[in-house]
């Protein structure tokens, strides 16, 4: 596979990751629907294994290795999810897995990537710390380095999402995802252009990170920037090969505070009873914001996870 994957790639992580990884359903709510004025199908991958669509890149990264190279183990580093993923992933392989986590990490996402069996590192809360703390491990051990965001079969991985999202609700209009490092981003806009060319890619970016909006509007990466986020999952920096593909793919970006991401997440829990973190609420937040933009509208959305410290629920905090 070259730098960028493509469709086809999704397609084949499709094929790769179906005997590991489970197919989620697609939740519908008449409730949103009436108070969005649109047409609303939720993917829900925070019932995926491991509690995220994380799964599905890691999955698709580690069986994608040839035995030489899986026999010497896997090394990410991760703000939690896409840890516990590979973690998991790994153990499907039978292979050795270590995970770079800053250390001020929400604990339900330590605790799975520990469950799962994986060596767990500890580092300072940035992602220059977290990159050479992966990169201090791969020289040790010779483990082949998946990172989370920027590995072209954890993008093609992601896409699967989106692939079984358009099979289970039909065209849509419009589709809304979260974009942090830009992994879950870049393949949904493969899938969801190979399908349906017109429908318009919109990406949910935390406010107080929002280097995906700066990058797309200077042409170039910004990635000087420090996250102030309730988002965790939405921290990292984006990805070179995502970059280029959200361009490529004329993604439409519409940063969101802090305060709209907690509210839609407490909606989704009061209305769907489904309990999803502030990441994957961002996305609702996104289309309740800008109602007339979806009005009357198929709008697919991704629910990226659910893994929520119940003891430390953000609207406690707000």
Not at 283 to 300: I, S
């Amino acid at each position: 596979m070259s730098d960028l994957p493509h469709f086809d790639d999704v397609l084949d992580a499709a094929a790769r990751i179906a005997p590991h990884a489970r197919l989620t359903p697609t939740l519908t709510s008449s409730t949103l629907d009436a108070m969005s004025g649109a047409r609303l199908f939720f993917k829900a991958e925070h019932l995926q294994r491991t509690g995220a669509f994380k799964f599905r890149g890691a999955c698709n990264a580690v069986w994608a290795l040839d035995d030489a190279q899986a026999a010497r183990g896997v090394v990410t580093h991760s703000s939690g999810n896409h840890g516990g993923a590979l973690a998991l992933a790994a153990a499907t392989r039978g292979i050795p897995c270590h995970v770079v986590v800053p250390e001020n990490a929400v604990e339900t996402k330590l605790a799975a990537i520990r469950r799962n069996g994986a060596v767990l590192h500890l580092c300072a809360p940035t992602i220059a710390a977290r990159e050479v703390g992966a990169a201090r491990i791969q020289a040790e051990t010779g483990a082949h380095l998946v990172h989370p965001y920027t590995n072209p079969f954890v993008i093609a991985g992601q896409g699967t999402a989106t692939l079984e999202l358009l099979e289970q609700a039909g065209p849509l209009d419009a589709l809304v995802t979260p974009v942090g490092g830009g992994g879950l981003a870049s393949g949904s806009a493969l899938a969801l252009h190979a399908r349906h060319p017109e429908a318009q890619l919109w990406l949910a970016e935390p406010e107080g990170a929002a280097d995906t909006a700066r990058s797309l509007a200077a042409g170039t990466l910004q990635l000087d920037f420090v996250p102030d986020t309730v988002c965790d999952g939405l921290r990292g920096t984006l990805g070179a090969p995502d970059f280029d593909l959200l361009r490529q793919h004329r993604a439409r970006l519409v940063t969101v505070s802090d305060a709209d991401t907690i509210a839609a997440m407490r909606l989704l829990w009061q209305v769907t009873k489904q309990i999803v973190e502030p990441s994957s609420a961002i996305v609702l937040a996104l289309v309740l914001a800008n109602r007339d933009a979806f009005a009357g509208k198929r709008v697919g959305l991704v629910l990226s996870g659910g893994n929520v410290d119940l003891d430390a629920l953000p609207w406690s905090r707000v």
